[in-house]
């Protein structure tokens, strides 16, 4: 499913996927209406592939995709869970771990993958990993964490991010109209807390 709320052009999505997952196996695409397919693999090898390299993007949207459930009618796929690599800034190096990295990882989603080496150490300006997002919920900024008495805020950035609302902090939700809420000073009503 391509997060947008226009209607895309089918026949440039097709190509333009097919030729950036460059598959060794044909691909078959079925409209399914409301910007959804289903995408057929000739080898799983190819599948494969595309699974691991996701968050994919159309025109700069977001591709979600879904592994078929044989259970559900493509109606009740949710298309709401995304891969995403992420970065946390501002790390003290002590914490630049495998360990540290999976239990920060758990609060914007579900840890995938953490960068490390041989011994489970990262290195460099800031820790990276693979998570998976539920997109219906607002993108998580950061996470303050408790180091030596200190409390240290640490910032993500995720990798390759499709559009997403500045107000909510949400990649796909329906369009909702944003009243100003009158406790809210007139200086600080257009304020966003997220940003590029």
Request: glycine content about 6%; some cysteine.
């Amino acid at each position: 499913m391509i997060i947008v709320d226009k209607a895309v052009k089918r026949e440039a999505f097709k190509m333009t996927m097919s030729k950036i997952w460059n598959t060794k196996g044909w691909l078959e695409f079925s409209d399914m209406g409301e910007n959804k397919f289903l995408i057929e693999f000739q080898k799983e090898e190819d599948r494969q592939k595309v699974t691991r390299g996701r968050s994919w993007s159309f025109d700069r949207w977001l591709v979600c995709l879904q592994e078929f459930e044989v259970d559900l009618s493509l109606n009740d796929v949710p298309f709401k869970n995304e891969v995403f690599w992420l970065q946390v800034h501002n790390m003290p190096l002590a914490c630049m771990t495998q360990e540290v990295g999976v239990q920060i990882g758990k609060c914007p989603g579900t840890v995938l993958d953490v960068i490390v080496d041989q011994w489970g150490l990262g290195w460099g300006k800031f820790l990276r990993f693979k998570v998976e997002v539920d997109i219906t919920k607002a993108l998580v900024r950061g996470l303050f964490l408790n180091f030596d008495g200190n409390q240290i805020w640490l910032q993500f950035k995720y990798d390759r991010l499709q559009p997403f609302c500045f107000k909510c902090g949400i990649i796909k939700h329906v369009k909702k109209i944003y009243t100003k809420m009158t406790s809210v000073r007139s200086d600080q009503a257009d304020t966003h807390q997220y940003g590029p």
